[in-house]
């Protein structure tokens, strides 16, 4: 079979696009008073959790914790914006105004956009926004999930940890460079080096499967979660975790409820070593040994999670997790998430699997060979100068509302 001009770009639009409408968006209960009916619910939402109730029991006598979970498509931001100092909550007025900044963006044509037809990085744009999702209407009450430290905000990543961060993303710019993702220049010498640290990211290179993103090669979801649907079955001695995201990255956990220590230092596993245990009516689950093949928000092997799971009422579950890692961040941080219960009904929630990228990775690794070919037949681009690596840019709405650095 013939193959034509930019064949590694064309397969690499045919790669899985995490779907990011669910993702980005997080429910928050437990809003301040307001004058509509939509602030009135949620404001009584939070007064009834805070004055108790029965409490739901399984069949043992333990908090009941069981069900499908959702995060209700309302998007927060993961840290707050500066403005709002230490203020947790909206004003009504500022969230009507962020609702209307939400809908305007919106009417964005996303990844319809066709600008530039033909071009590398129209084609780079792979799906268009039909695979984003339905876009979100509404809008979170709290300025942020981040509750800890009090302004809402990400701690500030140690020296070491800042240094280790900017040479990886030092050369994965250099990948680029001379393409259209990329600084203008010719090829750079770092091409031919290993990356610095172990990559996860969608590099500009393709000598071997180590080159592509974590999620081309079906590593899954890392830990923590944020966004997606959950299904939590509980049993006396563990508590299992079924989440579906993104694009074939969902997996099962199961966590132990035991009082045994950690494993050893020397067992590392990719969703860490957890345990579990009960405090009062909130499961509290400990994860510690985690990879160096794993990558949240720059923390890898030393990332400490303390996860504590709390049914606020029969609809709302509480979510509330503290992530250290004194080599990364300066200190510790810890946020809330608030998921609303889904029908119980069959097939609600289905097993996820990354046969796409499966397949894809081998195909990009044997067109990059037939593309190389070409090139040095004369009979084709370099492929070391097309950029393989931005995905078409950030031009999906759906996501208003993504942390910032």
């Avoid at 045919?14 to 602030?39: D, F």
């Avoid at 579990?276 to 794993?294: I, M």
């Amino acid at each position: 079979m013939k193959i034509r001009r930019n064949p590694y770009v064309f397969l690499m639009a045919l790669m899985a696009v995490p779907i990011l409408a669910i993702s980005l968006a997080e429910r928050t209960a437990g809003q301040s008073e307001s004058s509509n009916s939509k602030g009135s619910a949620k404001s009584a939402s939070t007064a009834k959790s805070a004055g108790g109730g029965t409490a739901l029991k399984t069949a043992w006598g333990e908090p009941d914790l069981q069900g499908i979970w959702s995060n209700g498509g309302v998007v927060v931001s993961f840290q707050r914006d500066k403005k709002y100092g230490d203020r947790q909550f909206l004003t009504e007025a500022e969230h009507q105004q962020a609702v209307q900044e939400l809908l305007k963006r919106n009417e964005r044509i996303g990844r319809d956009n066709r600008e530039g037809r033909g071009t590398e990085k129209d084609v780079a744009r792979a799906y268009n926004d039909f695979w984003s999702g339905p876009k979100l209407s509404e809008v979170s009450y709290r300025t942020s999930q981040i509750i800890d430290p009090p302004d809402g905000r990400m701690p500030a990543y140690t020296p070491e940890a800042q240094a280790r961060i900017n040479k990886q993303r030092d050369y994965l710019q250099a990948l680029l460079q001379g393409t259209s993702g990329g600084k203008p220049g010719p090829i750079s010498p770092l091409r031919y080096q290993p990356p610095p640290d172990y990559n996860l990211d969608r590099m500009n290179r393709s000598d071997g499967p180590e080159d592509r993103s974590g999620q081309e090669r079906c590593f899954l979801n890392e830990l923590p979660v944020t966004g997606g649907v959950m299904r939590i079955v509980e049993s006396p001695d563990s508590v299992d975790f079924y989440y579906d995201i993104g694009q074939g990255m969902g997996f099962n956990r199961v966590v132990p409820i035991t009082n045994r220590a950690h494993l050893p230092k020397e067992i590392r596993q990719y969703w860490g070593d957890p345990t579990a245990r009960w405090e009062g009516d909130t499961l509290v689950v400990d994860v510690t040994n985690f990879t160096h093949e794993s990558n949240y928000r720059g923390s890898r092997e030393n990332l400490h999670l303390i996860e504590r799971y709390k049914r606020v009422d029969a609809q709302t579950l509480q979510i509330t997790i503290t992530a250290e890692d004194p080599t990364t961040w300066v200190k510790p941080f810890t946020y809330v998430t608030d998921l609303k219960k889904s029908p119980d009904k069959p097939n609600m929630v289905y097993e996820g699997g990354c046969q796409e990228g499966n397949y894809a990775l081998l195909d990009m690794l044997a067109n990059t060979r037939a593309a190389e070919k070409l090139f040095s037949e004369g009979k084709g681009p370099d492929p070391a100068l097309e950029d393989n690596a931005t995905g078409g840019g950030e031009d999906t709405p759906n996501t208003p509302f993504a942390a910032q650095p």
